[in-house]
């Protein structure tokens, strides 16, 4: 549930409430799952599915979005050292010809199956449950990675885990500056576009993409 609070003149702030998932007692174990890479124009999206081993310490984990990149880096070790973790993508031709939604979702579920368990209680950041899960219960969350651990988890997880898939391709698509912004759109990667047209790695449908595909014909 989300309240606002206001500050003077600022605009109010959403303030979400902690999810009490621990209180779940009865629909274990309990994943956490949060995809990445949505928006990006290049790269596959990415998804982590998170169960918490409670022995072991969780309370600082929060959405990966308001961490440094050193401080993602190092709880993505803690996490996969100390938790169970699985992770799951969608290709770049999977998101063309699914479109994004339904690929961040089939990623999510991929990510679940790779824990290969038996069932539990998914937490599903954002307000959509993952179709074909079966063997599972649901809860969407929206803005679940500051609401759940275990969401948060996956969260860092996941972006630590396609950030370096991103840096990692950076040499062989050259001139891009993948290994900078990792395929999000900002203002250097959409003039990298302009200047040499898309590389495989750019997702055609998307648009300042897709109105360049003449310009990298040579490059796909």
């Known amino acids: 549930m989300a309240a606002t609070s206001k500050l003077g003149s600022k605009k109010p702030k959403t303030i979400y409430e902690k999810y009490p998932w621990q209180n779940l007692t009865s629909q274990r174990p309990i994943i956490g799952v949060d995809e990445v890479g949505r928006g990006c124009l290049a790269g596959p999206v990415y998804a982590a599915a998170v169960v918490l081993n409670e022995q072991r310490p969780w309370q600082h984990y929060t959405d990966s979005k308001l961490l440094s990149e050193a401080r993602r880096e190092e709880y993505a070790v803690q996490i996969l050292a100390d938790h169970r ?6 290709t770049v031709e999977e998101i063309s010809q699914l479109n994004i939604l339904r690929a961040a979702l089939l990623a999510m579920r991929r990510a679940v199956e790779q824990l290969e368990l038996r069932g539990g209680h998914a937490l599903v950041d954002g307000n959509q ?8 219960s649901q809860t969407p969350l929206v803005k679940g990675d500051l609401r759940a651990e275990p969401v948060a988890a996956a969260s860092i997880v996941a972006k630590v885990t396609r ?7 950076s040499a ?8 900078v912004h990792k395929g999000y759109a900002t203002p250097e990667h959409k003039q990298a ?3 040499l047209g898309p590389c495989a790695l750019h997702r055609p449908t998307f648009a300042g993409v897709r109105e360049y595909l003449s310009l990298g014909a040579a490059r796909l």
Request: net charge neutral.
């Open 172 to 179: 062989e698509f050259a001139g891009y500056g993948f290994e």
């Open 193 to 195: 576009i302009q200047r």
């Open 85 to 90: 973790v699985g992770i799951g993508f969608a």
């Open 163 to 169: 950030d370096r898939l991103m840096k990692s391709l």
């Open 129 to 136: 449950a993952i179709p074909g899960l079966t063997g599972y």
